[in-house]
């Protein structure tokens, strides 16, 4: 086909034009995603026009370069003041063209990408494309037609549906939804696009606007699905702005005339930009990329990891053993007996059947998983593998024991990792012949499922170690985050303070049950004393009693969960804890024992206890949090405060739509944060003592966002 390139657009260098016969190819080339930045917007807008004002055009065909159609807006010009044209004109204008608009997608169409397709007026997608309207994870709704068009397209449910959960959908299924009009055969978007083309100007296929499609005709049935979910989204969606606006929009696609529904999607766009979800959301889009970004990663080539072990076959091993095999390595278990392996390997066995029982897994693909498979009772089963992650008890000499045994049988090269929560790594290394390779690998429980991984660097570990930690991470579909050797490392080292602060509350008046519903109502899934209940109240105590001969014996100490503890009463497991289980319950009720033993401790170290409104908890946890959080960056225990925040989404339920404690903070704003520390400081100085770092960014008005562009 001849190729005329018509003169280059130097307004807008991210959009190309160029003939091919009569349709005009263009190309969105904003790399890395050909977001739709002001440049694109105003070279779409441009070529449009120009398409309608040229005879020789009979039709558009819209193409991303690289990997991806468009993946939305550009994210980065959230919060900064708008700059013409905008994306909800951008699509309108493609619509009204009088050529027909073809928009072929490969990669991702997401957010405003799609609501681009959806402008145009016809659609062609490649299997592994990934259509969307995620914004909802991101605190928004679309707001560039997408509420409107896409009702209007494959109905009120299915439109719901995509907007409510933001999920991808792949080419083939975008094509049964009706999203798209054409799967192409191949992977060639270019010559699939060109031929969709030619064949519709071939059949004198018009222009086809997608805001007059009927998918609402049935009044009905697109108002049973919009009331459903209203109720799905009332119910899980507790605490989220956006979700319901994205209810109301959709409604407004069924009540309103077309133009009508823009104006209140754009209304409620607006309402979503200005709300503290979206910042919160947005910044924890961009710190689980970051985070990715340690410098070993950059300046250090990672090893390959082909086989992997996993000494101990407990709980947390058998996780981590799953999580290699989802990854597709072969993994060895080492136990010490045969017993302890055999049920090792029923833990992980465990896992499978799970998935089995719910449908996600077939008997088939188990037996293929369970083929890399191996275990030994012995540590020269170890020999040949890249990597070994070790899980077994906490206890410094039982992981120096193990340490040295590895140190014996791996081969040079091997990657060492330990488990440990808080054990001091660099005297575990010091153990071997070879610090250098030795690193933490810090996996949250159940290992499978949660998402953070602290990468706990040593002093003597070498960079490539560091990095193909980082690379395991990729692999195992992670969120890595590197942390410094101090005890605890960043998550649990700050989940002590939190858990500290909450006793002193405890002690000093809230009941146990006040303090986790607040810690709910702010929008963590549960409050410290359920997350005790359900960890098992003995794994503290054990740590307690374990760290009690170094306590500051200047620092105050609640003796409480001692108590429950000294009664058996460890949580779930046991049948009661802070709360009762009767029955194997997994939701506890309140223990008036419980109160009781509370009343007694007060009465004893001579307590009068106050009242505290929900707010005071949020808001002395949060400052112990935000406290440790600073000190932890301080050290450099933390790169940046982003890792803080990523760390306690990832790990410990923070509420995402916040961004974390660091990103919170800086929403309550730092001047505030040590004001609240100052005030707390006259009661117990030990506990409370801002942090510099606290003090210095709030003096000079600063905030924690600036030492993580600084880092940037
Ligand atoms: C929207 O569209 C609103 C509209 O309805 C209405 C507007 C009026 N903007 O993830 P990756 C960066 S809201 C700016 O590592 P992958 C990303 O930060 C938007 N930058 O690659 C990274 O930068 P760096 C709705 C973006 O291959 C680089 O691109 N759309 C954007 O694993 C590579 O990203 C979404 O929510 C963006 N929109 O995954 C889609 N997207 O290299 C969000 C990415 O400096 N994006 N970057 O770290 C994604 O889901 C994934 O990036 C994608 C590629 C699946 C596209």
Not at 42 to 47: E, H, I, P, S
Not at 333 to 346: F, H, K, S, V, Y
Not at 583 to 593: K, S
Not at 632 to 661: C, N, Q
Request: glycine share 10%; aromatic share 6%; with cysteine.
């Amino acid at each position: 086909m001849p190729e005329t390139p018509l003169s280059p657009d130097t307004s807008a260098p991210v959009i190309t034009r160029t003939m091919h016969g009569k349709i005009l190819l263009v190309t969105i080339d904003n790399p890395p995603v050909n977001a739709l930045g002001v440049e694109v917007r105003r070279g779409l807008l441009a070529a449009i026009e120009a398409a309608d004002a040229d005879a020789n055009v009979a039709a558009v065909l819209l193409v991303g370069a690289g990997r991806n159609f468009i993946a939305g807006a550009d994210i980065r010009e959230f919060g900064k003041p708008p700059l013409p044209p905008s994306l909800p004109e951008v699509c309108n204008r493609i619509e009204a063209c009088r050529k027909p608009v073809v928009a072929a997608i490969h990669g991702a169409a997401l957010g405003g990408g799609l609501e681009i397709a959806l402008g145009a007026h016809y659609r062609l997608a490649v299997a592994s494309a990934k259509l969307g309207l995620p914004e909802v994870q991101l605190g928004l709704m679309p707001g560039a037609g997408g509420t409107q068009r896409a009702p209007r397209l494959i109905g009120a449910a299915a439109a719901l549906e995509l907007m409510l959960s933001g999920r991808h959908a792949g080419g083939a299924e975008a094509h049964q939804l009706g999203l798209v009009d054409r799967l192409a055969q191949s992977d060639d978007i270019l010559a699939e696009g060109l031929a969709y083309t030619q064949a519709l100007l071939a059949s004198h296929a018009g222009v086809r606007p997608t805001r007059a499609a009927t998918a609402l005709a049935d009044r009905d049935a697109a108002r049973a699905a919009i009331d459903a979910a209203r109720k799905d989204t009332e119910r899980k969606s507790r605490g989220l702005f956006s979700p319901m606006k994205i209810v109301e929009a959709a409604e407004a696609a069924l009540d309103l005339p077309f133009d009508q529904g823009l104006a209140l999607e754009r209304k409620l766009f607006l309402q979503c930009i200005d709300s503290p979800q979206r910042a919160g959301l947005i910044h924890a889009f961009f710190a689980e990329r970051e985070v990715a970004k340690a410098p070993e990663t950059r300046d250090a080539k990672p090893r390959e990891i082909a086989r992997a072990g996993v000494v101990g076959g407990g709980t947390m091993g058998a996780g981590i053993a799953v999580a290699a095999l989802d990854a597709g390595l072969p993994v060895t278990m080492i136990e010490r007996d045969d017993e302890a392996l055999a049920r090792g390997r029923a833990h992980v066995e465990r896992v499978y059947d799970g998935l089995i029982a719910k449908g996600r897994m077939s008997a088939d693909a188990k037996a293929a998983v369970m083929t890399r498979f191996n275990g030994s009772t012995s540590y020269e089963a170890l020999a040949g593998v890249d990597l070994v992650i070790e899980a077994v008890f906490e206890d410094m000499a039982v992981k120096k024991a193990v340490f040295a045994e590895l140190d014996r049988v791996c081969k040079r090269g091997a990657v060492l990792a330990t488990n440990t929560s808080y054990l001091d790594i660099d005297e575990i290394a010091a153990r071997t012949s070879r610090p250098a390779d030795v690193i933490g690998l810090h996996f949250f429980s159940p290992a499978n499922i949660m998402k953070l991984l602290e990468i706990v660097v040593p002093a003597k570990v070498s960079a490539d170690v560091v990095a193909t930690a980082f690379e395991l991470a990729k692999k195992l579909r992670k969120v890595p985050v590197r942390a410094g050797v101090c005890d605890g490392f960043i998550g649990n080292r700050i989940l002590a303070v939190y858990r500290t602060a909450a006793d002193y509350l405890m002690e000093d008046g809230a009941s146990p049950y006040q303090i986790d519903a607040a810690i709910r109502n702010f929008g963590y899934p549960m409050g410290p004393y359920q997350v005790v209940d359900l960890a098992g109240g003995d794994i503290g105590w054990a740590a307690r009693k374990r760290r009690a001969p170094t306590r500051d014996p200047k620092a105050r100490y609640v003796e409480i969960a001692d108590r429950l503890c000294e009664h058996g009463w460890f949580g779930q497991k046991t049948g009661r804890g802070f709360y009762l289980y009767p029955e194997g319950a997994r939701t506890g009720t309140p223990d008036p024992e419980v109160e009781a033993i509370i009343d007694a401790e007060r009465r004893r170290v001579g307590i009068t206890p106050r009242s505290y409104t929900d707010e005071e908890i949020v808001r002395r946890l949060m400052a112990a949090v935000i406290n440790e959080g600073a000190n932890i960056v301080r050290e450099g225990i933390a790169l940046r405060p982003l890792d803080v925040d990523m760390t306690l989404i990832y790990g410990y339920g923070f509420p995402r739509y916040r961004g974390g404690p660091m990103k919170y903070a800086d929403t309550v704003g730092l001047a505030a944060v040590l004001a609240d520390l100052r005030a707390f400081e006259q009661e117990d100085p030990l506990f409370w003592k801002p942090s510099p770092l606290i003090v210095g960014l709030a003096e000079r008005g600063a905030d924690f966002a600036s030492l993580d562009q600084a880092a940037g």
